[in-house]
């Protein structure tokens, strides 16, 4: 996936009606339904966006007026997507399954309905093409994912479900595998399986722009792997989270502190580097 399509994004069964699709005369197709949208997802190995709505939504009216119309976002969708919306008044089991706060919030899963992506609020036609657009193809996710319904703790399938999404630019996503894959006894056992795996998580979150989030995973690793040859990276990438987060005196703090403990190391001299660009 693109990262112009990540930073659009993050610069995210009850009973449902009788219907169970409804097709849009010259439109998109939308499932009402979501284990049939899963079904129809399933046997083409596509992604669904699920998109919750309501009647009072003012905002989801303005995407049914200016969004979905779109030939370019009816295109999208013809080629690449099983669309699905679901009524946030009528079906709240689902509302509570995702997390819905607040409407209209998309998400973007793979075929089994597992989130890939959410957003919340009005997107643009532009926007929306553009993630559609960009959606991989899920065929190993949707394998790994198989693998974790029969087994949500498997760290091998945690793991890898975690690199994969990285790989594909789902950072957010990826980050929370790779926190479920650091709690299980395996990890526990091999603490050069966890760092690797924490140190992805923390370049995902400065990936992300998440500043704070990325300063608690560099905290964390340097406290449980006070001796890791790569320390000087973790150092490094903490102070970015802090510069991320607007907190300039402690990256300034932290960029002097890597100065004087490696000074003829390459972490010093891209620390000055650093330092001198924020100064």
Same mark, same amino acid.
């Given at each position: 996936?693109?990262?112009?399509?990540?930073?659009?994004?993050?610069?995210?069964?009850?009973?449902?009606?009788?219907?169970? $699709?409804?097709?849009q005369e010259g439109g998109i197709q939308w499932y009402n339904d979501l284990k049939q949208a899963t079904a129809a997802a399933q046997r083409s190995n596509l992604p669904?966006?699920?998109?919750? +709505?309501?009647? +009072?939504?003012?905002?989801c009216k303005v995407m049914d007026k200016d969004v979905y119309p779109e030939p370019a976002v009816i295109s999208a969708f013809e080629r690449k997507i099983i669309g699905v919306r679901i009524h946030f008044d009528i079906q709240q089991e689902l509302?509570?399954?995702y997390d819905v706060? $607040?409407?209209?919030?998309?998400?973007? *899963?793979?075929?089994?309905? *597992?989130?890939?992506?959410?957003?919340?609020?009005?997107?643009?036609a532009a926007d929306l093409t553009k993630v559609i657009d960009a959606m991989p193809p899920l065929t190993e996710i949707n394998r790994l994912d198989q693998a974790l319904q029969k087994n949500k703790n498997h760290f091998e399938s945690l793991e890898a479900m975690a690199n994969q999404?990285? $790989?594909m630019g789902f950072f957010l996503t990826s980050s929370q595998y790779y926190e479920r894959a650091i709690k299980t006894s395996e990890a526990r056992k091999n603490p050069a399986k966890r760092e690797t795996m924490?140190?992805?998580?923390? *370049?995902?979150?400065?990936?992300?722009?998440?500043?704070?989030? $990325?300063?608690?995973?560099?905290?964390r690793m340097l406290k449980e792997f006070?001796?890791?040859?790569?320390?000087?990276?973790?150092?490094?990438?903490?102070?970015?989270?802090?510069?991320?987060s607007g907190n300039e005196g402690k990256t300034r703090q932290l960029l002097k502190s890597i100065?004087?403990?490696?000074?003829?190391?390459?972490a010093a001299r891209t620390a000055k580097e650093l330092l001198g660009e924020i100064e």
């Open positions: 996936m693109t990262r112009l399509a990540l930073a659009i994004l993050f610069l995210l069964i009850s009973r449902t009606p009788a219907i169970a $699709a409804v097709a669904m966006f699920i998109d919750f +709505w309501a009647d +009072w939504c003012a905002a509302a509570r399954k706060q $607040a409407l209209p919030y998309l998400i973007f *899963t793979n075929s089994h309905g *597992t989130p890939l992506l959410a957003y919340r609020g009005l997107m643009q999404l990285r $790989a924490m140190l992805a998580m923390g *370049t995902n979150y400065l990936e992300l722009q998440a500043g704070e989030e $990325a300063v608690s995973i560099f905290d006070p001796k890791s040859e790569n320390r000087t990276s973790m150092l490094l990438a903490q102070a970015q989270g802090y510069h991320l100065i004087a403990e490696y000074p003829n190391n390459d």
